[in-house]
Nanobody
Framework: QVQLVESGGGLVQAGGSLRLSCAASGRTFVSYAVGWFRRAPGKEREFVAAFRWSGGTTYYADSLKGRFTISRDNAKNTVYLQMNSLKPEDTAVYYC???????????????WGQGTQVTVSS
């Protein structure tokens, strides 16, 4: 079992930045792929980024490349999502998830955090 806890959300003005954190407990991320997803009001859950903890390519949603960056801290067993040049349309609840593959399909992830709200004002 892996427990995931997101933090770092909040209210930010358009053009600002936020860094979200996803801390794992129970087991380390070392055997998993980790993904970030988001759900805006009235919309489906959307893929943001994912990577395999053991190494390899990091994948981003095409629409977010260049503004969002995923990174990690091995010692803290934590994954980060750095979000720059935020836009009002980035407003959503952001979730991290752990699974076997770094894919864009949310149903293929086994473990989910509770989410953290990001609100971008215009």
């Amino acid at each position: 079992q892996v427990q995931l806890v997101e933090s770092g959300g909040g209210l930010v003005q358009a053009g600002g930045s936020l860094r979200l954190s996803c801390a794992a407990s129970g087991r380390t991320f070392v055997s998993y792929a980790v993904g970030w997803f988001r759900r805006a009001p009235g919309k489906e859950r959307e893929f943001v980024a994912a990577f395999r903890w053991s190494g390899g390519t990091t994948y981003y949603a095409d629409s977010l490349k260049g503004r969002f960056t995923i990174s990690r801290d091995n010692a803290k067993n934590t994954v980060y999502l750095q979000m720059n040049s935020l836009k009002p349309e980035d407003t959503a609840v952001y979730y991290c998830a752990a699974g076997n593959l770094p894919v864009a399909t949310p149903n293929l992830y086994t473990y989910w955090g509770q989410g953290t709200q990001v609100t971008v004002s215009s």
